[in-house]
């Protein structure tokens, strides 16, 4: 059964607003276990994320050490010339951390499950401006080509000889720098073109439009928010001690 992207939206905050609210490492581990529940009960992939997440865990690993580094409390897990490197609370507070940003990215993914324009029009449902919803539309858009034409520059790069494993760090930033300038230039004509079009169009000419697109809500989309609203409500109140 199709549902609807209200429905999608609706749950997404909840989880959203969950993850940023809990602090409790045993609280985050299960509201992520409910996030990847949710993932599989909508028919999100999940194996192309996980990879992606698996080469930003360099990353994740440092920001672990700077968290332990600036978090008192907790003991002394190594040391490096007197100075704390890794404790038992900074190490619990960079843990924390990573579980929080995946459960917003899988979260995320159930969004990005529906068709796009269906997001839009589930936006414009809830009563938000049509040019709010027609800007996330072209966010939703504009990123996979942002993406596409950084990844065409680095691919030119490289076929002029660059390798971009084996050069410094230094030089490897600074190319970077030089890569990523004709891709924003590049997003910014698109964007610019986009402009025009939707003004030759009479964008923003009436304060309302309408679509031949209407959306209803079904009995499955209320229970599937009563559920989720319900896993939700039970992580939150084990994080706060509410029930035992």
């Known amino acids: 059964m199709k549902i609807d992207p209200r429905t999608k939206i609706i749950i997404v905050f909840l989880i959203s607003s969950a993850a940023v609210m809990i602090t409790e490492l ?12 949710l993932c599989r009960l909508f028919s999100v992939a999940l194996s192309g994320p996980i990879k992606k997440l698996r080469k930003l ?8 050490l700077i968290q332990s580094i600036f978090t008192p409390g907790g003991e002394v897990l190594v040391t490096a010339g007197g100075m704390r490197i890794l404790t038992t609370a900074g190490l619990e507070t960079g ?3 990573i579980i929080r940003m ?3 990215v899988f979260s995320a993914l159930i969004i990005a499950s529906a068709p796009a324009m269906d997001v839009v029009y589930g936006l414009i449902a809830m009563k938000l401006p049509y040019e709010i919803a ?7 858009k504009f990123l996979p080509l942002f993406r596409e034409e950084f990844a065409d520059s680095l691919t030119a790069v490289q076929l002029a000889g660059a390798d971009l ?15 990523l300038t004709p891709s924003v230039i590049k997003a910014l004509n698109r964007a610019r ?10 964008f923003r000419a009436y304060p309302d439009r309408t679509s031949y697109c209407k959306l209803s809500m079904r009995g499955m989309d209320y229970v599937a928010i009563i559920a989720a609203s319900a896993a939700v409500l039970l992580v939150v109140s084990y994080n706060f001690n509410i029930i035992g």
């Open 95 to 97: 843990i924390s951390i």
């Open 134 to 140: 027609f800007m996330v539309l072209l966010s939703i």
């Open 193 to 202: 073109f986009i402009s025009l079009s939707m003004e030759s169009r009479g």
């Open 57 to 64: 865990l360099y990353f994740l690993v440092v920001l672990a």
């Open 102 to 104: 995946s459960v917003i």
């Open 165 to 179: 494993v084996k050069i410094p760090l230094k030089q490897k930033l600074s190319l970077y720098s030089y890569v």
């Open 26 to 37: 045993s609280s985050l581990l299960f509201l992520l276990l409910l996030t990847l529940i």
